[in-house]
């Protein structure tokens, strides 16, 4: 039977998941379009719905919306899914697949639409548990490590230098060093 590796994201926290599916689970997916909403309880996660918003087959080339059935097939686009641009205006010729999820797809990409009660996402404090430290954390504790003379030399550092080849407002005058 299929195995779909499921990479879940939150559009509101810009985190994402990834989730393996095999078997029932897998059938569920099967004949399945690119913005069909899904019901998480389907595949193990009740109160969630998705939005299917792509994937990629074996092969990793990538699914497009505008392409009908579940095969390869090679088209002529100027942006979208796939296609890097170059040039302005410029068409590039590309292997996509189709807009339904078949056998031959191994990655699906889901968006959460509607959240249930159990977490996808770890939460920022696991990390700081874990013993990371914050970089905020880490250079205050370094500018209290260091001697007075230290801190103010890094803090001229820090600040800008004055232009000298900025345009002078009208009416005003930038007088040059000597």
Do not use: H
Not at 33 to 62: C, H, R, V
Not at 95 to 104: L, Q
Not at 147 to 175: F, N
């Amino acid at each position: 039977m299929a195995v779909f590796k499921l990479t879940i994201s939150d559009p509101k926290t810009g985190r994402s998941v990834q989730r393996e599916v095999k078997d029932k689970d897998a059938a569920f997916f099967m004949g399945k379009k690119i913005g069909e909403k899904i019901n998480g309880e389907s595949f193990g996660l009740t109160g969630y719905e998705f939005e299917l918003t792509g994937g990629s087959d074996n092969a990793g080339f990538p699914m497009r919306w505008d392409v009908k059935g579940t095969g390869r097939k090679k088209i002529l686009a100027v942006s979208g899914v796939g296609i890097k641009k170059k040039r302005k205006g410029q068409k590039q010729r590309k292997n996509v697949c189709g807009n339904i999820v078949s056998a031959t797809i191994s990655q699906i990409n889901l968006k959460i639409t509607a959240e249930g009660k159990t977490k996808l996402f770890e939460e920022k404090k696991d990390i700081k548990e874990k013993g990371e430290k914050k970089p905020e954390e880490t250079k205050e504790a370094k500018k209290e490590e260091m001697p007075k003379e230290k801190q103010t030399t890094e803090k001229k550092a820090e600040e800008k230098p004055k232009k000298i080849s900025e345009k002078p407002k009208e009416g005003k005058k930038i007088e040059q060093p000597k």
